[in-house]
């Protein structure tokens, strides 16, 4: 059983008092409910709160989760939002499902743990060696502790790692743990940011970045001397760079060179240390991270991945979710980019929902405008009929298309 710090306590006795009050409003009558008085046990009955030996209070019912600052076991409220005591929940006769509780597999305490810059390793050997050489020599002289490995997103992104310490009797020390923080950087030279929109990758890796897991993604564009003579047009690549920042919500650094670019991340990584070292950093699985995500944490601890499950989330070729396979193959639609797909993902999540939604529509025309106004992207623009017509003609038209 664990208690209530004072903060969420003065919290739950302010929203307890506004729900009465909202209840008695919409009663009309003062003190009762829709049913009358009720029972101890009913399902109607307010539950009061108890004190406990120690002074303090218990937690609340499960129908109104708060965040509690003890995190051997966390309670969350499950998706959809929290029943009210005596409501029907998601609707009249459905039992009302219990909070999710986080259980984390480990916690890392300020001191016990170091911010260390990762690299992928094709950073460090693929392309211009010399420019791979300097790179890292001048994070070494910035004294930048980091370590290279295969990351299977972003080039760049930091962990949390636990300190260890050899014990009496142990040949080795054991395996640090660690926790990923919420930054991942992709790092594009202007020759490779060219191939890659020609190959495809540019829209994948993007894609691929957004559904990580982590918050803010950073896309480090390197220039160079010879981007006119590149099989693309300067303001083509400067476009692809604005609908980066504009359009998929990426935050943009420009550098002029690999000095530059090894600069910047000395100054994220001396930045992320500063921030971190000094919270108390929570693990989580990537299958909690939904539920997680909605917990309201005090400003000294945050909840992040481990790094086991960040990476192996992200490998290419794991197998897919029916979700996953479906927004690849709307983003083969000319026209649909990441975002787009992910708008369409949040009304339909399949391809059978989406045909489903199609054989309710009466006529064709009712079919092509039927995904005219989904809001897509942090502008929140509509799709539009184009595409809601192309979509549709692509999965209502029998046969070859014309």
Same mark, same amino acid.
């Given at each position: 059983m664990?208690?209530?710090?004072e /903060?969420g306590?003065?919290?739950?006795?302010?929203l307890?008092?506004?729900h009465?009050?909202?209840?008695r409003?919409?009663e *009309?009558?003062p *003190?009762?409910?829709?049913?009358?008085?009720?029972?101890?046990?009913?399902?109607?009955?307010?539950? @009061?709160?108890?004190?406990?030996?120690? *002074?303090g209070?218990?937690?609340? $019912? !499960?129908?109104?989760?708060?965040p509690c600052?003890?995190?051997?076991?966390?309670?969350? $409220?499950?998706?959809?939002?929290p029943?009210?005591?005596?409501?029907?929940?998601?609707?009249?006769?459905?039992?009302?499902q $219990?909070?999710?509780?986080?259980?984390?597999e480990?916690?890392l305490r300020?001191?016990?743990?170091?911010?260390?810059?990762?690299i992928?390793f094709?950073?460090?050997?693929a392309?211009?060696?010399?420019?791979?050489?300097?790179?890292?020599s001048?994070?070494?002289r910035?004294?930048?502790?980091?370590?290279?490995?295969?990351?299977?997103?972003?080039?760049?992104?930091?962990?949390?790692r636990?300190? =260890?310490?050899?014990?009496?009797g142990q040949?080795?020390a054991?395996?640090?743990?660690?926790?990923?923080l919420?930054?991942? =950087?992709?790092r594009?030279?202007?020759?490779?940011?060219?191939?890659?929109?020609v190959?495809?990758?540019?829209?994948?890796?993007?894609?691929?970045?957004?559904?990580?897991?982590?918050r803010?993604?950073?896309?480090?564009?390197?220039?160079?001397n010879?981007?006119?003579?590149?099989?693309? $047009?300067?303001?083509?690549?400067?476009q692809?760079?604005?609908n980066?920042?504009?359009?998929?919500?990426?935050?943009?650094k420009? @550098?002029?060179d =690999?000095?530059e670019?090894?600069?910047?991340?000395?100054?994220?990584?001396r930045?992320?240390?500063?921030?971190?070292?000094?919270? @108390?950093l929570?693990s989580?699985?990537?299958?909690?991270?939904?539920?997680c995500?909605r917990?309201?944490?005090?400003s000294d601890?945050?909840?992040?991945?481990?790094?086991?499950d960040f990476?192996e989330?992200?490998?290419?070729?794991r !197998?897919?979710?029916?979700?996953?396979?479906? !927004?690849?193959?709307?983003?083969?639609?000319?026209?649909?980019s990441?975002?787009?797909?992910? !708008?369409?993902?949040?009304?339909?999540?399949?391809?059978?929902?989406?045909?489903?939604?199609?054989e309710?529509?009466?006529?064709?025309t *009712?079919?092509?405008?039927?995904?005219?106004?989904? /809001?897509?992207?942090?502008t929140?623009?509509?799709?539009?009929?184009a595409?809601s017509?192309?979509?549709?003609?692509?999965?209502?038209?029998?046969?070859?298309?014309?």
């Amino acid at each position: 059983m664990f208690t209530l710090t004072e /903060k969420g306590l003065r919290l739950g006795e302010k929203l307890n008092a506004e729900h009465t009050e909202q209840e008695r409003l919409q009663e *009309g009558r003062p *003190g009762s409910d829709a049913h009358g008085d009720t029972q101890p046990g009913d399902p109607g009955e307010r539950p @009061t709160r108890s004190t406990t030996p120690g *002074g303090g209070s218990e937690r609340p $019912p !499960a129908s109104r989760a708060f965040p509690c600052q003890r995190w051997a076991g966390m309670r969350l $409220p499950v998706a959809g939002g929290p029943a009210e005591p005596g409501g029907t929940g998601a609707s009249a006769g459905q039992s009302q499902q $219990p909070p999710f509780t986080h259980i984390p597999e480990f916690t890392l305490r300020p001191g016990g743990f170091e911010v260390v810059l990762c690299i992928d390793f094709i950073e460090t050997t693929a392309g211009a060696s010399h420019r791979k050489r300097e790179l890292v020599s001048e994070l070494k002289r910035n004294q930048i502790d980091f370590d290279v490995r295969k990351l299977h997103v972003g080039d760049f992104l930091w962990v949390a790692r636990e300190r =260890v310490h050899s014990c009496p009797g142990q040949l080795n020390a054991p395996r640090p743990r660690e926790l990923v923080l919420d930054y991942v =950087v992709e790092r594009k030279r202007m020759d490779d940011l060219c191939g890659s929109i020609v190959d495809g990758r540019f829209r994948e890796q993007k894609f691929r970045m957004k559904r990580c897991g982590l918050r803010n993604r950073i896309y480090l564009v390197e220039d160079c001397n010879f981007v006119k003579h590149l099989s693309l $047009p300067e303001t083509t690549l400067q476009q692809a760079i604005v609908n980066t920042q504009v359009v998929d919500g990426f935050f943009v650094k420009r @550098t002029k060179d =690999v000095k530059e670019s090894a600069a910047y991340l000395t100054i994220m990584t001396r930045y992320l240390q500063n921030l971190y070292l000094q919270k @108390t950093l929570v693990s989580c699985r990537k299958e909690e991270q939904g539920a997680c995500s909605r917990e309201e944490t005090d400003s000294d601890t945050c909840i992040l991945l481990t790094f086991i499950d960040f990476n192996e989330g992200a490998m290419k070729n794991r !197998a897919q979710t029916v979700k996953e396979v479906f !927004a690849k193959q709307l983003m083969q639609i000319n026209g649909i980019s990441g975002e787009k797909a992910v !708008a369409i993902l949040g009304h339909y999540d399949s391809v059978a929902s989406l045909m489903k939604a199609y054989e309710a529509c009466p006529t064709e025309t *009712g079919r092509e405008k039927l995904l005219v106004n989904i /809001k897509c992207g942090n502008t929140q623009r509509n799709l539009g009929p184009a595409l809601s017509k192309t979509v549709s003609q692509l999965y209502c038209t029998e046969g070859p298309l014309g």
